[in-house]
Every structure is written in C-alpha cells, then in structure tokens.
DNA sequence: CCTGATTTGTTGTAAATACAACAGAATTGT
DNA sequence: ACAATTCTGTTGTATTTACAACAAATCAGG
C-alpha cells in the first residue's frame, strides 16, 4: 500500500469532498474511508468495461481518460481528470456497481479510491465528519448534474447559431450583466458545444454584423434588442 | 397543510428516494424532513427563477414543466414531470440555494416538497430509514448523472449517422445482444438526439441499405460488419 | 371489417454546416 | 525584436440537414 503523502492531503484539501478538513481530519476519514492509493503507469487501462466497481476515484497526480467503445469498437473519450477530480462516483453508486466505461492514464498517474459504501453506512468510530462528508458528495453530484444539464440545455439546440445563443445568454446571467468574459478559447468552445470551429467563428461574425452582441477575444456583450 | 392520503403514500413508495418502505415508515419520515403538501392550479407558476429552494420536490399528482428563459426571454422546456418524479435537487444541493429555472404546473398538480437540510443532518429522533433515504437520494442523483452523460455522448457526435450509431451501439449493450427493442418511437428518438424526424428516418433506411443494421418496427439488429 | 388517426418512410428543395485551406492577429519563447 | 507557434477569422465547396408536403403503413375503436 503506497503512503499517502502531505502533498496528497494539500490536493484532497482543494477536493469538494474534503473541502475545508484538516489534515489530521482527513487522515482519520481516509482510514475510516478504506481508502486505497494506487499508481498507473503512462497508457495503461487502470478500469475496464465491465469490471465491479464500489469506489470512487480521486486523481492525486496525472491525467486520465475516460472512454468507451462502441459496438464496432470505436473509442469516444468522454472525459479528462486531472488532480483533484473525481470520478467513477456514478458507477459506484449504481445498483450492481458494474463500470461502464475505461479509464486509461495518459501520463504516470496516482489515484486514490475510497470505498463509496463507507461513506453510506454511519462507521463505527462515528467519526465527526462524517456528515460533511456525505453533503460534500451530494453537492459535488448536484455540482455534476447542474453542469451536465447545462451542457444538453445549450447542445440541444438545433443550430449553431441558437446553441452560442444558448451558452452566451447564460454565460451573461452567470455575469449578472450583459458584459461577460467566457472561459473557453474559440476551439474549446466549438467542442464543448459540437459543432465545428471555423463555422461558429463564422457565426460569431454573423451575430456581430447583425447587432446582436459584440466581443473582442474572449469579452462579450448582449445587445437587448428585439 | 393539505393532508397526505394512503394514495399519496403509494405513490411515494414507488419512488427511488423511499423504494420498498413501509407507510409506517413513510410517515416517519416525512415527519422527520419537514413534508409539506402543495397544490399548484393549472398554468400557475410554482418556482421561479431566483427563488430561494432548500427543499425537492417530488410530483404526487399532475404534470410540471420545466422551463429556462434566455437573455431575450425565449422560453425552452428542459424536462417534464410526472407523478413519483423528483425536481429541485440540484439545486436544493447548490451552494446558495438559488433556483435556475421556472417549475409551471401545466394541469393541477400536487407536490410534496421535502427539506433537504434535513436529510443531512442527522435527525434528532434518529429515525431508522435516515441512512437509506441518504443512500436512495445519492443512488437518484447518480441514475440521473447518469442518463444525461449518455444522452449528451449521444448528442455530441456530429452527425445523425452517428448519433444513431452510438444509441443503437449503446441500446445493443444494454440489451446485450445484437438484437434489441428500443423503447422510443421515432419522434420521441429525433427530439431525444436533437435530430429532425424525417431526416433522422432517411439516415436510418440509409444504415439499413448499406447493411449497417437492420430493423422493423421498434426492433433493431446490428450488423458485424467492417 | 371499416374508418379515422397516428406513425413512419420518401422525396425535393432550401438552408445550414462541415471541411479544407489559408491569411492575419496575437502570443510565446528566446 | 524576432521567429515560431497558436489562435481566430475568412472564403469557397461539398455534404449534410432541416423543412415541407405527401404517401404508405400501422394502429385504435366502433
């Protein structure tokens, strides 16, 4: 069993999970919590379609990818996890704990897993945080599930021009003001919402030319017009 | 306070947050988390954006719409509700508890609506389903969490082809078989990967004469091709 | 069995989008 | 300050998709 390091502890403090904790706190959880901290090693496939899965993951170092195939074996990566995120909370969760997906580490990675059923059942040393620690999950799940919604809220649309619509419109209500700056460079954008690049671009300008916003790199503006 | 009938209570017990309980037991609870019983007349507005919401809500009879207005007041349906359903927890678990989207009664409804911060704290009477309404809550958010990482691996392919592709792949899994019944007509298919019917229907018969899959009716089959 | 309603497939056309290739702007590192 | 790299916008073309309108198939009830 690998030590886990004060290093570790700092990165579990920037976690939703363990927000907050001291280090002795968290290391009285991560005993309380079955915790297991394991290495992979660059582009080897650490959980397979398929495998029992009861833990959750927490990256402490390294990237990950998660992934799946299709029917003809097609792969899709689904998602990157860099320090500090979680994953697998979804599949642990689930009725029959089967995982649903790959997780592939792309560099040298150390992960930690927390057997997710400890967390359920109050543990017999009653330990004091226990609590927190279940409202930290169900808001780092609620934090999850409102991204996701926002995500298909947005993507849904049936053009390109209706889902920058879509993402600008809340990107300003997330601003309070018309006046916002977005997250994402042109490219991440065109990812995140599906579609291609050069065409959304292409859109951006049409938006512009029409009156309907105005940016200059990443600053945007919403004109209310009608 | 409107009463909860033995109705209400079957209902409920056919919900996952109080799967497989007693009525008994059922009552305690929702003593215990502060239940209130509303009723909403059809076409009024019960959230609104903004609303302070610390509670979820679970439908007990009617429908609700699920609504999100842009920044030019366009309004678009993100989900619909039905009895046994449960809306809010997303953002009864949020930081500031502040509700992000309107909740409408579209005929008359009843909701129960349930105080989360109840849920997590343990309750001073230590009611004995506390631990499994916890665990049921968390096992909701995960299904949820779930079902929208699907939808939006479905959604994010570019093309309808594959769109098609990665939720017929993904229904074959499930079933796993090759041979499999969707529980979608075609409408409900088109609107639930953001497609046009006619053009989604086209692309389907396309898939078929090319020997990609074949299928009549609801039931599908595909092909080992490559 | 018949009728009307609903669902599904088909087709043509207009519109939107992806794709590719490139030019200019901005950024980074030296 | 310069070169190299990355990012963004532009344009033309081929492809894909939406849309509309309709035909065929299926379903539900009387």
Known sequence: MNQ????????????????????????????????????????????????????????????LHITREDFWGNSTLIAQCVPGDIFGETYAMSPNHIFEVNVTAITDSEILFL?????????????????????????????????????IEHITKRSTRD??????????????????????????LADYLAVDRSAMSAELCRLRDEGILSFHKNEFHLYDVY
């Not at 904790?21 to 496939?45: F, G, Q, V, Y």
């Not at 889902?163 to 997250?183: C, G, V």
């Open 115 to 151: 057997q997710l059923g400890k967390i359920l059942s109050v543990c017999s040393t009653a330990c004091t945080f226990h609590n927190r620690l279940i409202q930290n999950l169900l808001q780092a799940m609620a934090s999850r599930n409102y991204l996701l919604s926002k995500k």
């Open 4 to 63: 886990i390091t004060k290093n570790d502890i700092e990165i579990l403090q920037k976690t939703t999970l363990f927000l907050n904790m001291s280090e002795a706190e968290i290391r009285e959880m991560l005993d309380c919590l079955n915790a297991r901290k394991t290495t992979s090693l660059k582009n080897t496939m650490l959980l397979h379609y398929g495998d029992f899965c009861d833990s959750i993951g927490i990256v402490l170092h390294g990237t």
């Open 163 to 188: 889902k920058l619509l879509s993402y600008l419109s809340n990107e300003s209500r997330l601003a309070k003001s018309a006046d916002f700056t977005i997250p994402l460079n042109r490219q991440q």
